[in-house]
């Protein structure tokens, strides 16, 4: 079947995929590699957390979603890329076994005004478990090409070679969050896209030509080998909990050390700019606003926006979360 264009949706369609069931072993498989929590890890380890059991990431969840769109609403096939998620939210836990369904209705239908081979479609979705119980949810935009008119040309890119720096070593004092300074940023250090990380996760998630295939990527409008949104997302992640276990050791070294939670999702996630094979991209949080939980006694919510940079200066990345943290000892 041939890729989809702007002209095939309309306001009202809804396509629904097939069922993907999860592994326990893809779950934890991802954790290691992406987001190293214990409820990600190991069930025995969950049980003493804030979850209670063992669950895929959110950010699996997620990637899972767009494997799930790539197959149904995608055909199979490659689009113009997407430049962000209005809002996304994990409802419930994804668990071993669970039978993931992704039901996409189109929301709306714009032609581009400054790019005549280009149509936006804006989607909501939501992901079902097995039980017919709705995981997550999202709002987010795609683009199209247009029937009959020629696609953007590629754009002329120079890869850079990989180069992965040093791991970082500094630590700072992890505050309860009920404590912790509002505006204060923290640098989770670096993440290198090297070729066959980006093409292991595309096949893995997210298998569109310009994450697959240099060649191939080259010929896109991308013009060369770019990794899948939801990769750079996931990197965030990995730098997160990297920096995040370095401060907990410093902290918990000498003294109470708070504890993090799940999220509950995450609104205005924006891909900036393509991140290419080679790139190293820097990322940074900086908590905004906390709110005490009124069902968790002793957590609370922390509010942050995060970005990534690429080794240009220039943003590529961003968004803003929302996670269960310890509000005191």
């Known amino acids: 079947m041939s890729a989809p264009v702007y002209e095939d949706f309309r306001p009202g369609d809804r396509i629904v995929s097939d069922p993907l069931t999860v592994d326990r072993d893809a779950i934890v498989a991802f954790a290691r590699a992406f987001d190293p929590q214990p409820f990600h890890l190991d069930e025995a380890a969950a049980e003493a957390t804030f979850v209670g059991k063992l669950i895929a990431s959110g950010w ?4 899972l979603g767009m494997r799930l769109l790539h197959a149904s609403v995608f055909r199979g096939a490659s689009t113009l890329g997407s430049p962000g998620i209005d809002e996304l939210r994990w409802m419930l836990p994804v668990v071993p076994g669970d039978s993931l369904v992704l039901k996409t209705t189109v929301e709306d239908c714009r032609a581009s005004t400054s790019k005549p081979g280009v149509g936006f479609v804006r989607f909501a979705a939501r992901l079902e478990n ?3 119980r709705i995981v997550m949810t999202q709002g987010f935009t795609v683009m199209f090409g247009r029937r009959g008119v020629a696609p953007p040309p590629p754009r002329p890119v120079t890869l850079t070679p990989p180069a992965p720096p040093p791991e970082p070593d500094d630590a700072e004092i992890l505050d309860f969050i009920g404590q ?3 505006g204060r940023t923290r640098d989770l250090g670096p993440y290198t896209f090297t070729p066959e990380t980006i093409v292991a996760f595309a096949r893995a998630y997210d298998p569109q030509e310009f ?3 240099a060649e191939a990527a080259a010929r896109t409008h991308f013009g060369g080998l770019c990794a899948s949104g939801w990769h750079t997302a996931a990197a965030y992640m990995k ?5 995040r276990a370095r401060d907990y050791a410093y902290t918990a070294a000498r003294g109470p050390a708070p504890m993090l939670g799940p999220s509950p999702g995450f609104r205005k996630l924006r891909w900036l700019k393509p991140v290419y094979a080679g790139d190293t991209i820097r990322y940074r949080t900086t908590l905004t606003d906390r709110r005490a939980s009124a069902s968790r006694p002793g957590w609370g919510l922390a509010f942050a926006h995060n970005t990534g ?8 990345f961003r968004f803003d979360s929302a996670v269960f943290a310890q509000w005191e000892p």
């Open 130 to 132: 097995g039980a017919g």
């Open 211 to 213: 994450h697959l295939d």
């Open 180 to 182: 912790a300074e509002i």
């Open 60 to 63: 699996q969840t997620a990637a």
């Open 309 to 316: 940079t690429n080794q240009h200066g220039e943003e590529v």
């Open 239 to 243: 730098r997160l909990t990297t920096t």
